[in-house]
């Protein structure tokens, strides 16, 4: 186990303990040596988790510490920075800063030691050549999803004829290379992809959409509309 994801459970099993644990009884619980314990104990004291020691004691933890309910190894905590560090890659420059935003708070809640140890991740996403750029709003996009409002586009499909369509946006899928918008289509009264590459205006109504079972999301996918 690496001593990162050591010192997350450290924390949450003297969370656990009701009373005072002794450095043999950790060593005991996470298969390491006393003198190993001392130097966790220490690094965690030293990244302002509120423990506190005494000899012939043991060690208690404020119980009033907050700590995530999800506390994330570093595996998990590299996927979630190749998760962020594609969506930097692969979205509008919005999005993307909302992605770096939950990373930081990610951040903040851990120990100095697994922070230090988050610098060490080897695991990357870079720009690709191959990414068909877009010239609507992403961002524009999303919001009109969440909102559940109309939105008129005019399309170019891949014979180069032009339409002009009112849609029901209900999700944003990234096909590599492309993004494709999801939707009901009002116009052909079917469910639609459009590639975003290849939708030219888009202006979204003041017109909101119900729910309508037949013409949502989960229809959306129960149909294999992709």
């Not at 708070?105 to 050549?129: C, F, G, H, N, W």
């Not at 524009?140 to 032009?162: A, F, M, P, Q, V």
């Not at 459009?194 to 119900?210: C, H, N, P, Q």
Request: hydrophobic content about 40%; aromatic content about 10%.
């Amino acid at each position: 186990m690496r001593r990162a994801d050591r010192l997350i459970r450290i924390v949450q099993f003297l969370r656990s303990r009701s009373r005072a644990v002794t450095g043999q009884q950790i060593a005991d619980e996470f298969g390491i040596c006393t003198r190993t314990v001392y130097r966790d104990m220490q690094a965690l004291m030293d990244s302002h988790i509120p423990i506190s020691g005494e000899a012939g004691v043991g060690y208690v933890i404020d119980k009033r510490y907050y700590m995530p309910p999800v506390a994330f190894d570093m595996d998990e905590l590299e996927a979630i920075g190749l998760g962020i560090a594609m969506v930097r890659q692969w979205t509008d420059d919005e999005f993307a800063q909302k992605a770096m935003n939950a990373f930081d708070k990610i951040q903040t809640v851990l120990p100095a030691e697994i922070q230090s140890e988050m610098q060490q991740i080897t695991t990357y996403s870079i720009p690709d050549a191959n990414l068909v750029p877009w010239t609507v709003s992403f961002s524009h996009l999303r919001e009109c999803i969440r909102e559940h409002r109309k939105i008129g586009i005019t399309y170019t499909d891949e014979r180069g004829r032009e339409s002009a369509r009112t849609l029901r946006p209900l999700a944003l899928i990234f096909a590599t290379p492309v993004w494709v918008l999801a939707s009901w289509c009002e116009t052909r009264r079917d469910f639609r992809n459009f590639r975003l590459d290849r939708i030219g205006k888009l202006e979204a109504s003041d017109d909101i959409f119900d729910d309508e079972e037949d013409k949502g999301l989960e229809a959306f996918k129960a149909a294999d509309a992709f």
